[in-house]
T-cell receptor
């Protein structure tokens, strides 16, 4: 079983739609959580960190449920430019490596 | 400012050859990481440097893989006797210090024929 699991998608949504991605992680020692965005043939870029209390950045909202070991990302009012692969990432205390899920692909159409 | 740079951007080699991949981190970043991304596998951690030392080499897949970092800056990832399964995108990241946000370079796409 992979340490971080995501639905690979693709999620096909029209512009303006709201879309949600979930991710589960298996290591209960995981301490830090992130969503990265990766465009085709480009490097991953940090989208947002995920905090226990949940956090919002514009149209993006991230939630963490430690008891169930899952992380979510909600995108409101989808834009064409949101089309990308969204990577769920975790780390553990004292460990510096990022552990990536395989990503969820989002396609936003006009 | 300048981001993480990697060279070459693309490398095609024959099975059995050695290759060297280079990473220039963001100036002033003390931590440097190597990852690889294979088709359908996602990104996997290879090795981490703090300064010139490598506290975590746990992700190196075999003894054909090695990496070094000199002067607390540039790092080289060397793959000896390349195999077809080594074909992947090799990504380097750096952070200003341990546990801070990692910024990725554009990667080196390695193809082993």
């Amino acid at each position: 079983r992979k340490e971080v699991e995501q639905d690979p998608g693709p999620f096909n949504v029209p512009e303006g739609a709201t879309v949600a991605f979930n991710c589960t992680y298996s290591n209960s020692a995981s301490q830090s959580f992130f969503w990265y965005r990766q465009d085709c043939r480009k490097e991953p870029k940090l989208l947002m960190s995920v905090y226990s209390s949940g956090n919002e950045d514009g149209r993006f909202t991230a939630q963490l449920n430690r008891a169930s070991q899952y992380i979510s990302l909600l995108i409101r009012d989808s834009k064409l430019s949101d089309s990308a692969t969204y990577l769920c990432v975790v780390t553990q205390t004292g460990f510096q490596k990022l552990v990536f899920g395989t990503g969820t692909r989002l396609l936003v159409s006009p | 400012g300048a981001g993480v740079s990697q060279s070459p951007s693309n490398k095609v080699t024959e099975k059995g050859k050695d290759v060297e991949l280079r990473c220039d981190p963001i100036s002033g970043h003390t931590a440097l990481y190597w990852y690889r991304q294979s088709l359908g596998q996602g990104l996997e951690f290879l090795i981490y440097f703090q300064g010139n030392s490598a506290p975590d080499k746990s992700g190196l897949p075999s003894d054909r893989f090695s990496a070094e970092r000199t002067g607390g800056s540039v790092s080289t990832l060397t793959i000896q006797r390349t195999q077809q399964e080594d074909s992947a995108v090799y990504l380097c990241a750096s952070s200003i210090r341990e546990a801070d946000t990692q910024y990725f370079g554009p990667g080196t796409r390695l193809t082993v024929l």
